[in-house]
């Protein structure tokens, strides 16, 4: 069982910047696909990006060029730096890990799953 906390959420205004964390209990800087998803109200949760256990990172268009994932092996901590903030930004943030059932496949179902963290936009 891998324990992931979030932090960092907040309200900030359109255009502002905030920086997520999630601590994990574990380390998962080998073996684990990690990844931040966010869920807005009456929403289903959307994956926001990803590093694989490989190393490969990935956007969801909305979000690239403005967000930036990385994780502090050292720390077994994930970052998620956020810039250009916009209302639709606006959800409950959450960290993921799990184990890949084969080379970049990351079955998220399957994952470990932090608590959440508000992130509100106002315009």
């Known amino acids: 069982q891998v324990h992931m906390v979030e932090s960092g959420g907040g309200s900030v205004q359109t255009g502002g910047s905030l920086r997520l964390s999630c601590a994990s209990s574990?380390?998962?800087?080998?073996?684990?696909?990690v990844g931040w998803f966010r869920q807005a109200p009456g929403k289903e949760r959307q994956w926001v990006a990803l590093i694989t256990e490989r190393g490969i990172k990935g956007y969801r268009d909305q979000v690239k060029g403005r967000f930036t994932i990385s994780k502090d092996n050292a720390e077994n901590t994930l970052y998620l730096e956020m810039s250009d903030l916009q209302p639709e930004d606006s959800a409950v943030y959450y960290c993921?890990?799990?184990?890949?059932?084969?080379?970049?496949?990351?079955?998220?179902?399957?994952?470990?799953w932090g608590q959440g963290t508000q992130v509100t936009v106002s315009s």
């Open positions: 574990e380390r998962t800087d080998r073996d684990y696909c």
């Open positions: 993921a890990a799990v184990r890949p059932r084969s080379v970049g496949l990351c079955p998220w179902e399957s994952a470990y």
